[in-house]
């Protein structure tokens, strides 16, 4: 039993706030009674697709910046290898140098002796023949190891180069992987942004929508039970049947300032009729029914300031606008002649007066018909 208590507490609260929703768009100028060309079935479905394309997008997303995170990591690792064949490269040309000074140094002794004094010094310098030969072969030796590290020295610089050259060539194509993943990105975000933006929209309309639903329910809800009361014979003492058109009168100590029709002075409509009296007047609700707005923040609101929406069913709607206080709260029933708000100055007034406004099926009709 509490289970079932607390989803019908639920299922009200959730009722409650889409009649406030739907009472909003009255505010609006949007009508509450015609039928829309979709359901909320149907627009749910399309809110659905798109955030079906959303997601698929992240997987894509999802894959770029996959991409995007490996191209930067060869194009670390190539910039790393690229400065580490730099070091090489550096380091075989220092070794160049070092060895061109040494051959240079050598032939500029030979250059100063003649040249040939070497090879003398060695003839005369033997005692024997074997001392000779030894002398000569260390001679040939120097000079081939000398060139020998000479060439040596260049191939290492040449490889180095070469590999300096090779990582090189990796890090651009690295970069260009990174340049064509991170603009992927950037396109693959600006379209979820879009679908993000439409969904939202959708979203808004598919609450409207249901808000509609749940408000026309609730109206055929109240003319069955009407009708229901009727056929039994029921009455409300004095009170007539809620929606039967005939109203009391929501300020009888105020004075009518200004009917209901087109205004001269302003060149627009004025949608209701307004009754001066003193701020803090009491109003009254002008049937009974069921609050579906009611707000009391003290905020432009459109213009309407702290004001009260009523549904009396049958489409039949009353509003109780520019209020200094409001006694009710959305999802209340109200008795014909209840104390509902008090007169006041908020909102688009220029002095303190209730505007009280009659709506068949969402659009505004002469509230005097009714009093």
């Known amino acids: 039993m509490q289970n079932s208590n607390t989803k019908r507490t639920l299922f009200s609260s959730l009722l409650l706030a889409l009649c406030a929703l739907v009472a909003a768009a009255a505010l609006a100028g949007l009508p509450l009674s015609p039928a829309y060309a979709v359901t909320s079935t149907e627009k749910q479905a399309e809110a659905d697709l798109l955030f079906e394309k959303i997601d698929a997008l992240q997987t894509d997303l999802n894959a770029a910046n996959e991409s995007y995170a490996g191209a930067l990591e060869r194009h670390d690792a190539a910039v790393a290898a690229m400065d580490e064949a730099q070091k090489r490269i550096d380091e075989a040309e220092a070794r160049i140098d070092e060895l061109q000074v040494r051959l240079g140094d050598r032939a500029v002794s030979l250059y100063k002796t003649g040249g040939s004094s070497s090879l003398l010094d060695v003839v005369l310098g033997s005692t024997t023949f074997e001392e000779f030969l030894t002398a000569w072969d260390m001679l040939e030796r120097i000079a081939d190891q000398d060139a020998a590290l000479v060439q040596e020295t260049k191939d290492v610089r040449a490889e180095a180069q070469a590999a300096h050259d090779e990582y090189a060539a990796q890090g651009q194509a690295a970069t260009d992987e990174m340049q064509k993943a991170s603009a992927l990105m950037d396109e693959i975000e600006a379209t979820q942004e879009s679908l993000r933006a439409e969904a939202d929209k959708i979203t808004v309309e598919v609450a409207e929508l249901q808000a509609q639903e749940e408000l026309e329910a609730e109206a055929a809800r109240q003319a069955a039970a009407a009708a229901e ?21 929501p300020c009888p100590s105020g004075s009518l300032t200004s009917p209901f029709g087109y205004r001269e002075f302003t060149g627009s409509f004025h949608k209701g009729v307004d009754f001066g009296a003193a701020e803090g007047t009491p109003y009254y609700a002008a049937d009974s029914g069921t609050v579906i707005y ?11 300031g702290n004001w009260i929406v009523i549904a009396h069913g049958n489409g039949l709607v009353t509003k109780y606008m520019h209020s200094s206080a409001v006694f009710v709260s959305v999802g209340q029933h109200v008795e014909r002649g209840e104390h509902i708000g008090a007169v006041g100055n908020t909102g688009h007034s220029f002095g303190a007066h209730l505007h009280f406004q009659v709506e068949v099926n969402g659009a505004a009709v002469d509230p005097m018909r009714y009093l």
């Open 229 to 249: 009361a009727t056929k039994k014979g029921s009455s409300q003492g004095s009170s007539v049947v809620s929606g039967s058109g005939i109203f009391t009168h």
């Open 294 to 304: 009611a707000t009391y923040d003290g905020g432009y609101n459109g213009g309407a």
